[in-house]
């Protein structure tokens, strides 16, 4: 009788787990990809529309424990701060810059096949702000980094460092 208790009880804790393994919850500010040996089978939330793979509204999802996994990205706005020391203007005055960069993950499956880590993507972000606004500032004086008419002057510079 004692054994039988055991067994059954231990039974029962292997199918919870089991259960747990198996059952995962996508929120409403998440995206996420299920993927089978490294196939994509189906992604959540995407907020491109995917013709090769299935799409899904948030929600509780079944998988199969151990074959399936299953990689949650947050679809909130992430922001990156990059602090710059001094750079020199045209008229070689110093002007310390500081930003902070927006983005977020719009394409799960695009992000899992070309990144899938979060801090390679800052770092490369980060790169090729330096690249753009070292030589830029470079090219404007320092009168040109205030706004006199508003209507204008801030028109002027975002255009001025978006072709750079």
Known sequence: MKKNTILIIGLIV????????????????????????????????????????????????FKVPFFQLVKKYDLRIHVKEIIKKDRLTADEKNINISLAIGWKIISPKKFYETSDNLLDVESKLEQIVDGSIGPNTGRLKLDDFFVTDEANGLKEIENYFSKG
């Open 14 to 61: 292997f199918i919870l787990l089991l259960l747990r393994l198996s059952v995962f919850r996508v929120s409403a500010n998440e995206t996420a990809i299920t993927t089978l040996f490294g196939k994509i089978l189906y992604e959540v939330n995407g907020q491109l529309p995917s013709s090769d793979i299935p799409q899904e509204k948030s929600g509780v999802f």
